[in-house]
């Protein structure tokens, strides 16, 4: 079962970006397509990003959608979510995901069912 740690949350102010990161252990981490989640207090979990195993596709929710950018480095068993022009609605713990369903040309899925694996959570705050 492959562990996940993310850091470089933080406090920052409207218009800042921020850099995450989900560092992966115990698992084969190019198996996995990888995803960002996060939860704003007293609401419910939503969908970020998601990345495939190779990093060639990529999706985003229409909120984020052209201020993040989902990457990741396979050698390094690490993924990114780049956040540029934060907005205060930004805020919210962000969650790293892993999917590890053996598909033969993986989904980038949106449900947090989906993914079998996830990490603690890093707080994300967003000044106004």
């Known amino acids: 079962q492959v562990q996940l740690v993310e850091s470089g949350g933080g406090l920052v102010q409207a218009g800042d970006s921020l850099r995450l990161s989900c560092a992966a252990s115990?698992?084969?981490?190019?198996?996995?397509?990888m995803g960002w989640f996060r939860q704003p207090a007293g609401k419910e979990r939503e969908f970020v990003a998601a990345i495939s195993r190779i990093g060639g596709r990529t999706n985003y929710a229409d909120s984020v959608k052209g201020r993040f950018i989902i990457s990741r480095d396979n050698a390094k068993n690490t993924v990114y979510l780049q956040m540029n022009t934060l907005k205060p609605e930004d805020t919210a713990v962000y969650y790293c995901?892993?999917?590890?369903?053996?598909?033969?040309?993986?989904?980038?899925?949106?449900?947090?069912?989906?993914?079998?694996?996830w990490g603690q959570g890093t707080q994300v705050t967003v000044s106004s």
């Open positions: 115990g698992g084969t981490f190019s198996r996995y397509v």
């Open positions: 995901a892993a999917d590890a369903t053996d598909y033969q040309i993986e989904p980038l899925l949106v449900g947090a069912r989906h993914y079998d694996a």
